[in-house]
T-cell receptor, first 115, second 108 residues
Framework: SAVISQKPSRDICQRGTSLTIQCQVDSQVTMMFWYRQQPGQSLTLIATANQGSEATYESGFVIDKFPISRPNLTFSTLTVSNMSPEDSSIYLC????????????FGSGTRLTVV | GQQVMQIPQYQHVQEGEDFTTYCNSSTTLSNIQWYKQRPGGHPVFLIQLVKSGEVKKQKRLTFQFGEAKKNSSLHITATQTTDVGTYFCAGGSYIPTFGRGTSLIVHP
């Protein structure tokens, strides 16, 4: 299965600022996924990122707030823009598995606190 | 949209006791996946079930997929402190929908 390097692992940010989270995969993948996990909660899909096209956002998430880049098949970034304390959460990138034995692989996550 | 319900939300057990978490969907699932997230960690894939009535085992963990492919369960026999974490089911088509998770707390 793929190995994902995600950074930063954590950050404390001032409200009104933006943070860009990076994910690097050790192999080429068609789709990358960005999730948000609020403390003690499940994983909520933010968007799906394909290389060479605009990301597809889930209901409740918009491009102006969470712009995503996917410049190549091994890399993606998620920016959390104009942050407020409500954006405090864990953000995770993920890639799909290569078959039934692998499932989805997640990055180690970015723990964001907005103050 | 598709929803996957998971119960219980929390489960406290004494070390050595068994543990079960249940996952239910209102619609038929093409497959169900199970993940474990250790405290402070990220979800790690455990297994995928595809066939109706399928049962798979991983050491002390037993995974079942219902005959109607609308429910699933994860059973851990004789829990150990290393089993602590949140167990998520995820069901659906190409992009799975995650259940809320069951947090397992094991008391030594």
């Amino acid at each position: 299965s793929a190995v994902i390097s995600q950074k930063p692992s954590r950050d404390i940010c001032q409200r009104g600022t933006s943070l860009t989270i990076q994910c690097q995969v050790d192999s080429q993948v068609t789709m990358m996924f960005w999730y948000r996990q609020q403390p003690g909660q499940s994983l909520t899909l933010i968007a799906t990122a394909n290389q060479g096209s605009e990301a597809t956002y889930e209901s409740g998430f918009v491009i102006d707030k969470f712009p995503i880049s996917r410049p190549n098949l091994t890399f993606s970034t998620l920016t959390v823009s104009n942050m407020s304390p409500e954006d405090s959460s864990i953000y995770l990138c993920s890639v799909g598995g290569g078959g039934a034995d692998y499932g989805y692989t997640f990055g180690s996550g970015t723990r964001l606190t907005v103050v | 949209g598709q929803q996957v319900m998971q119960i219980p939300q929390y489960q406290h057990v004494q070390e050595g006791e068994d543990f079960t978490t249940y996952c239910n969907s209102s619609t038929t699932l093409s497959n169900i996946q199970w993940y474990k997230q250790r405290p402070g960690g990220h979800p790690v894939f455990l297994i995928q079930l595809v066939k109706s009535g399928e049962v798979k085992k991983q050491k002390r963990l037993t995974f079942q997929f219902g005959e109607a492919k609308k429910n699933s369960s994860l059973h851990i026999t004789a829990t150990q402190t290393t089993d602590v974490g949140t167990y998520f089911c995820a069901g659906g088509s190409y992009i799975p929908t995650f259940g809320r998770g069951t947090s397992l707390i094991v008391h030594p």
